[in-house]
C-alpha cells in the first residue's frame, strides 16, 4: 500500500518563503521519480518539479525556475518544495506524486501513478 502525505501548507505573504513535505511510505521511494503538482478549482493540475532517483536530475516548469527548490532524502523517504520569493499566482493545492519509473523526462501528470491527498498554500 503506497501512501504519500503532504505537510506544511498554509498562508504566506506575497515575497516570502515556505517549504512543503511529503513523507511516502510503502514504496520503493529511493528507485522512483518523484514530483509535485498543484492545481486551483478552475484549472487543470500542473507539474512544478519533478527529480530524478538518486537526485541524478531535477525537473522545473518554466513559472518556479529559480524560485522552487526540490529536493529528497532517500534516508528519511522525504520529498520536499522549497518556494521562494511567492507570488499570489503560486496559491494552489499542492500535490505529491511518485512515478513507476526511475527518471522523470517530464513533469506530465500522466506519467505519476500515485498521488497525495495535497497540502493548500495560500499566498497573499
Known amino acids: 500500500h503506497v501512501q504519500l502525505v503532504e505537510s506544511g501548507g498554509g498562508p504566506v505573504q506575497a515575497g516570502g518563503s515556505l517549504r512543503v513535505s511529503c513523507s511516502v511510505s510503502?514504496?520503493?521511494?529511493?528507485?522512483?521519480?518523484m514530483g509535485w503538482f498543484r492545481q486551483i478549482s478552475t484549472k487543470e493540475r500542473e507539474g512544478v518539479a519533478a527529480?530524478?532517483?538518486?537526485?541524478?536530475?531535477?525537473y522545473y516548469a518554466d513559472s518556479v525556475k529559480g524560485r522552487f527548490t526540490i529536493s529528497r532524502d532517500d534516508a528519511k523517504n522525504m520529498l520536499y518544495l522549497q518556494m521562494n520569493s511567492l507570488k499570489s499566482e503560486d496559491t494552489a493545492m499542492y500535490y505529491c506524486?511518485?512515478?513507476?519509473?526511475?527518471?522523470?523526462?517530464?513533469?506530465?501528470?500522466?506519467?505519476?501513478?500515485?498521488w497525495g491527498q495535497g497540502t493548500q498554500v495560500t499566498v497573499s
Open positions: 527529480i530524478d532517483t538518486g537526485s541524478a536530475s531535477t
Open positions: 510503502g514504496y520503493n521511494y529511493y528507485r522512483r521519480c
Open positions: 506524486a511518485a512515478r513507476k519509473l526511475r527518471t522523470c523526462a517530464s513533469i506530465q501528470v500522466a506519467d505519476f501513478a500515485y
